[in-house]
Antibody, heavy 119, light 109 residues
Protein backbone atom coordinates (compact mmCIF):
# COMPACT_ATOMS: atom_id res chain seq x y z
CA UNK A 1 0.00 0.00 0.00
CA UNK A 2 1.34 3.39 -1.06
CA UNK A 3 1.64 5.78 1.87
CA UNK A 4 3.09 9.22 2.42
CA UNK A 5 3.50 10.02 6.11
CA UNK A 6 4.36 13.58 7.07
CA UNK A 7 5.97 14.88 10.22
CA UNK A 8 3.86 16.40 12.98
CA UNK A 9 2.52 19.88 13.55
CA UNK A 10 5.01 22.64 14.32
CA UNK A 11 4.72 25.90 16.23
CA UNK A 12 7.54 28.33 15.54
CA UNK A 13 8.46 31.96 16.04
CA UNK A 14 9.17 34.40 13.19
CA UNK A 15 12.79 34.17 12.09
CA UNK A 16 13.23 30.55 13.17
CA UNK A 17 14.19 27.78 10.77
CA UNK A 18 12.16 24.65 10.08
CA UNK A 19 12.42 21.40 8.12
CA UNK A 20 9.37 19.17 7.68
CA UNK A 21 9.41 15.69 6.22
CA UNK A 22 7.41 13.30 4.06
CA UNK A 23 8.26 9.59 4.16
CA UNK A 24 7.11 7.38 1.33
CA UNK A 25 6.45 3.66 1.54
CA UNK A 26 4.88 0.91 -0.53
CA UNK A 27 6.51 2.01 -3.80
CA UNK A 28 9.88 2.78 -5.36
CA UNK A 29 10.49 6.21 -3.85
CA UNK A 30 13.30 7.11 -6.27
CA UNK A 31 11.13 6.69 -9.36
CA UNK A 32 8.34 9.14 -8.56
CA UNK A 33 8.24 12.90 -8.14
CA UNK A 34 7.24 14.43 -4.82
CA UNK A 35 5.35 17.71 -4.87
CA UNK A 36 4.64 20.17 -2.08
CA UNK A 37 1.37 22.07 -1.79
CA UNK A 38 0.52 24.95 0.54
CA UNK A 39 -2.94 25.65 1.87
CA UNK A 40 -3.22 28.78 3.97
CA UNK A 41 -6.05 28.91 6.54
CA UNK A 42 -9.41 29.02 4.76
CA UNK A 43 -7.74 29.35 1.36
CA UNK A 44 -7.08 27.26 -1.73
CA UNK A 45 -4.30 24.96 -2.84
CA UNK A 46 -1.00 26.34 -4.17
CA UNK A 47 1.76 24.39 -5.88
CA UNK A 48 5.12 25.12 -4.28
CA UNK A 49 7.24 22.85 -6.45
CA UNK A 50 8.33 19.33 -7.18
CA UNK A 51 11.46 17.23 -6.70
CA UNK A 52 12.62 13.96 -8.27
CA UNK A 53 14.32 11.95 -5.51
CA UNK A 54 16.11 9.71 -8.00
CA UNK A 55 17.95 12.59 -9.67
CA UNK A 56 18.76 16.24 -9.24
CA UNK A 57 15.71 17.81 -10.86
CA UNK A 58 13.94 20.30 -8.61
CA UNK A 59 11.37 22.76 -9.91
CA UNK A 60 10.02 25.64 -7.83
CA UNK A 61 6.87 27.56 -8.64
CA UNK A 62 7.80 31.21 -9.24
CA UNK A 63 6.07 32.40 -6.06
CA UNK A 64 8.13 30.06 -3.90
CA UNK A 65 11.54 30.26 -5.60
CA UNK A 66 14.04 31.47 -3.01
CA UNK A 67 11.50 31.21 -0.18
CA UNK A 68 11.83 27.48 0.58
CA UNK A 69 14.18 24.61 -0.18
CA UNK A 70 13.06 21.16 -1.26
CA UNK A 71 15.35 18.15 -0.83
CA UNK A 72 15.14 14.38 -0.67
CA UNK A 73 17.10 11.46 0.77
CA UNK A 74 16.29 8.42 -1.34
CA UNK A 75 18.18 6.13 1.03
CA UNK A 76 15.44 6.65 3.62
CA UNK A 77 12.60 7.40 1.18
CA UNK A 78 12.05 10.84 2.65
CA UNK A 79 11.47 14.26 1.11
CA UNK A 80 11.92 17.52 2.96
CA UNK A 81 10.67 21.10 2.81
CA UNK A 82 12.62 23.70 4.72
CA UNK A 83 12.62 27.37 5.61
CA UNK A 84 15.64 29.32 6.82
CA UNK A 85 13.67 32.20 8.34
CA UNK A 86 9.95 31.75 8.91
CA UNK A 87 7.40 34.53 8.60
CA UNK A 88 3.90 34.74 10.06
CA UNK A 89 2.61 34.43 6.49
CA UNK A 90 4.12 30.92 6.30
CA UNK A 91 1.36 29.73 8.65
CA UNK A 92 -0.42 27.05 6.63
CA UNK A 93 -1.06 23.37 6.11
CA UNK A 94 1.60 21.81 3.90
CA UNK A 95 0.91 18.65 1.92
CA UNK A 96 3.33 16.39 0.11
CA UNK A 97 2.04 14.33 -2.80
CA UNK A 98 3.37 11.72 -5.21
CA UNK A 99 3.44 12.31 -8.97
CA UNK A 100 4.06 9.68 -11.62
CA UNK A 101 5.59 12.32 -13.86
CA UNK A 102 6.23 16.05 -13.75
CA UNK A 103 3.19 16.74 -15.92
CA UNK A 104 0.92 14.30 -14.13
CA UNK A 105 -1.33 15.13 -11.16
CA UNK A 106 -0.54 13.78 -7.71
CA UNK A 107 -2.19 10.42 -7.07
CA UNK A 108 -1.31 9.92 -3.38
CA UNK A 109 -1.18 12.61 -0.72
CA UNK A 110 0.31 12.88 2.74
CA UNK A 111 -1.92 13.76 5.67
CA UNK A 112 -0.53 17.29 5.87
CA UNK A 113 1.72 19.15 8.31
CA UNK A 114 0.31 22.23 10.02
CA UNK A 115 2.91 24.94 10.50
CA UNK A 116 2.02 27.82 12.79
CA UNK A 117 4.34 30.83 12.96
CA UNK A 118 3.52 33.23 15.75
CA UNK A 119 5.39 35.46 18.13
CA UNK B 1 1.50 31.91 -12.86
CA UNK B 2 -2.00 32.91 -11.82
CA UNK B 3 -4.50 30.51 -10.33
CA UNK B 4 -7.05 29.07 -12.73
CA UNK B 5 -10.47 30.69 -12.37
CA UNK B 6 -13.34 28.74 -10.81
CA UNK B 7 -16.70 29.94 -9.53
CA UNK B 8 -16.62 30.28 -5.73
CA UNK B 9 -19.70 28.16 -5.21
CA UNK B 10 -22.13 25.76 -6.85
CA UNK B 11 -25.09 23.83 -5.52
CA UNK B 12 -27.70 21.27 -6.38
CA UNK B 13 -30.29 19.04 -4.81
CA UNK B 14 -29.69 15.32 -4.29
CA UNK B 15 -29.96 13.49 -7.60
CA UNK B 16 -29.35 16.61 -9.68
CA UNK B 17 -26.21 17.49 -11.62
CA UNK B 18 -23.76 20.29 -11.01
CA UNK B 19 -21.05 21.51 -13.38
CA UNK B 20 -17.98 23.47 -12.32
CA UNK B 21 -15.88 25.44 -14.78
CA UNK B 22 -12.14 26.05 -14.70
CA UNK B 23 -10.77 28.77 -16.96
CA UNK B 24 -7.12 29.19 -17.75
CA UNK B 25 -5.04 30.21 -20.73
CA UNK B 26 -3.33 28.65 -23.72
CA UNK B 27 -0.25 28.24 -21.48
CA UNK B 28 -2.00 25.84 -19.14
CA UNK B 29 -5.53 24.43 -19.61
CA UNK B 30 -5.66 25.14 -23.33
CA UNK B 31 -2.13 24.00 -24.05
CA UNK B 32 -2.09 20.56 -22.47
CA UNK B 33 -4.44 17.63 -21.91
CA UNK B 34 -3.22 17.43 -18.34
CA UNK B 35 -6.22 18.88 -16.54
CA UNK B 36 -7.13 17.24 -13.24
CA UNK B 37 -9.79 17.68 -10.57
CA UNK B 38 -9.55 17.21 -6.81
CA UNK B 39 -12.14 16.83 -4.06
CA UNK B 40 -11.32 18.09 -0.58
CA UNK B 41 -13.49 17.54 2.47
CA UNK B 42 -12.91 19.78 5.52
CA UNK B 43 -9.79 18.84 7.41
CA UNK B 44 -8.78 16.23 4.85
CA UNK B 45 -6.14 15.98 2.15
CA UNK B 46 -7.29 16.48 -1.45
CA UNK B 47 -8.33 13.42 -3.45
CA UNK B 48 -7.75 13.01 -7.18
CA UNK B 49 -11.08 12.62 -9.00
CA UNK B 50 -10.23 13.23 -12.68
CA UNK B 51 -6.93 13.29 -14.57
CA UNK B 52 -5.95 13.93 -18.18
CA UNK B 53 -9.21 15.85 -18.67
CA UNK B 54 -11.58 12.86 -18.70
CA UNK B 55 -10.00 9.86 -16.94
CA UNK B 56 -11.16 8.58 -13.55
CA UNK B 57 -8.79 6.87 -11.10
CA UNK B 58 -9.84 3.47 -9.84
CA UNK B 59 -12.55 3.79 -7.20
CA UNK B 60 -13.95 7.14 -8.32
CA UNK B 61 -17.65 6.82 -9.18
CA UNK B 62 -18.65 7.33 -12.81
CA UNK B 63 -20.95 10.11 -11.59
CA UNK B 64 -17.85 12.29 -11.91
CA UNK B 65 -16.88 13.30 -15.44
CA UNK B 66 -14.57 15.85 -17.01
CA UNK B 67 -14.33 17.71 -20.29
CA UNK B 68 -12.43 20.55 -21.91
CA UNK B 69 -13.03 23.10 -24.63
CA UNK B 70 -10.32 25.57 -25.47
CA UNK B 71 -9.02 27.22 -22.33
CA UNK B 72 -11.91 26.04 -20.14
CA UNK B 73 -12.27 22.68 -18.44
CA UNK B 74 -15.36 21.42 -16.64
CA UNK B 75 -16.23 18.89 -13.97
CA UNK B 76 -19.74 17.48 -13.86
CA UNK B 77 -21.10 15.62 -10.88
CA UNK B 78 -24.27 13.74 -11.80
CA UNK B 79 -26.73 12.24 -9.35
CA UNK B 80 -25.52 14.43 -6.51
CA UNK B 81 -25.17 12.72 -3.16
CA UNK B 82 -24.70 14.19 0.30
CA UNK B 83 -21.10 13.00 0.42
CA UNK B 84 -20.28 15.05 -2.69
CA UNK B 85 -20.50 18.23 -0.61
CA UNK B 86 -16.89 19.43 -0.57
CA UNK B 87 -14.43 21.85 -2.11
CA UNK B 88 -13.33 21.06 -5.64
CA UNK B 89 -10.13 22.27 -7.28
CA UNK B 90 -9.01 21.97 -10.86
CA UNK B 91 -5.35 21.71 -11.76
CA UNK B 92 -3.33 21.91 -14.92
CA UNK B 93 0.20 21.34 -16.11
CA UNK B 94 1.68 24.65 -17.27
CA UNK B 95 5.02 23.65 -18.73
CA UNK B 96 7.65 22.79 -16.11
CA UNK B 97 5.24 23.77 -13.30
CA UNK B 98 1.61 23.13 -12.41
CA UNK B 99 -1.17 25.39 -11.23
CA UNK B 100 -4.39 24.91 -9.23
CA UNK B 101 -7.74 26.57 -9.62
CA UNK B 102 -9.19 28.95 -7.06
CA UNK B 103 -11.59 26.32 -5.75
CA UNK B 104 -15.37 25.81 -5.77
CA UNK B 105 -17.47 24.93 -2.77
CA UNK B 106 -20.20 22.50 -3.77
CA UNK B 107 -23.25 22.43 -1.53
CA UNK B 108 -25.86 19.68 -1.66
CA UNK B 109 -29.14 21.35 -0.80
Amino acid sequence: EVQLVQSGAEVKKPGESLKISCKGSGYSFSNYWIGWVRQMPGKGLEWMGIIFPGGSDTRYSPSFQGQVTMSADKSISTAYLQWSSLKASDTAMYYCARKVGASYPPDYWGQGTLVTVSS
Amino acid sequence: QSALTQPPSASGSPGQSVTISCTGTSSDVGGYNYVSWYQQHPGKAPKLMIYEVTKRPSGVPDRFSGSKSGNTASLTVSGLQAEDEADYYCGSYAGRNSVFGSGTKVTVL
